[in-house]
């Protein structure tokens, strides 16, 4: 049991570590000795938990999952569906100006494009897909987003939506706000969809 304690403490002492260097020092400045040094763990304990600095930007998906659940709770459940995805997008893209530096996400993207393991951006599992798709499900159900579409395949081109414009601020180099952008961009990337 203890062990577990340590091994749990030691894994997030190297995300913590990593994401705090991220910020400052940019993806590419930081080395994985840096990561090391700050987190007080060892290369064993890196490499135990991590093959590649490459896979801790896939731990950006889990806080941006932890995002999601918590932007959940404070939903108001009686609003339109519509406007629920709406909301979601602006505060995510939000939370992803302010918190999360472009060369990050620029980094997290290219990753993904070119991994041979599991893509986290894709992951149907994920706390984000269940969290959009719930909200789809919702306003079919209350006539507020058109149902002739199934809630997947609306999911999917929500998805892809939000990671369109992301990847147009991270290629613009933030030369506009991405909030902004999205609460111009994504109510006419969705029209079609409103019931």
């Known amino acids: 049991m203890e062990r577990t304690k340590k091994g749990k403490s030691a894994k997030n002492r190297i995300v913590t570590a990593a994401w705090q260097l991220f910020h400052e020092k940019g993806y590419n400045g930081t080395t994985v000795d840096d ?3 700050l987190s007080g763990t060892s ?11 490459d ?17 959940e709770s404070r939903m108001n ?8 995805l709406l909301n979601v997008n602006y505060e995510a893209h939000k939370m992803i100006e302010e918190n999360i530096s472009i060369d990050l996400i620029a980094s997290l993207y290219s990753t993904q494009l070119v991994s041979q ?3 986290n951006l894709l992951d149907q599992n994920r706390t984000y897909y269940k969290f959009i ?8 159900m209350r006539g507020q ?5 199934s809630a997947i395949e609306i999911t999917k081109y929500f998805t892809m939506c939000e990671r369109a414009l992301v990847s147009d601020w991270c290629l613009s180099r933030g030369e506009f706000s991405l909030s902004e952008y999205s609460h111009k961009c994504m109510p ?7 019931a």
């Open 35 to 37: 990561i090391i040094a």
């Open 43 to 53: 290369k064993g304990s890196f490499y135990y938990y991590f093959n590649t600095k």
């Open 55 to 71: 896979e801790l930007l896939n731990t950006l998906s889990v806080i941006l999952d932890d995002f999601y659940e918590e932007l």
């Open 77 to 84: 459940p009686d609003l339109n569906s519509f406007v629920k």
């Open 117 to 119: 393991g599991q893509r």
């Open 133 to 140: 798709t719930r909200i789809i499900t919702e306003g079919q």
């Open 145 to 149: 987003i058109r149902n002739d579409m």
């Open 188 to 194: 006419v990337m969705l029209e079609h969809f409103k």
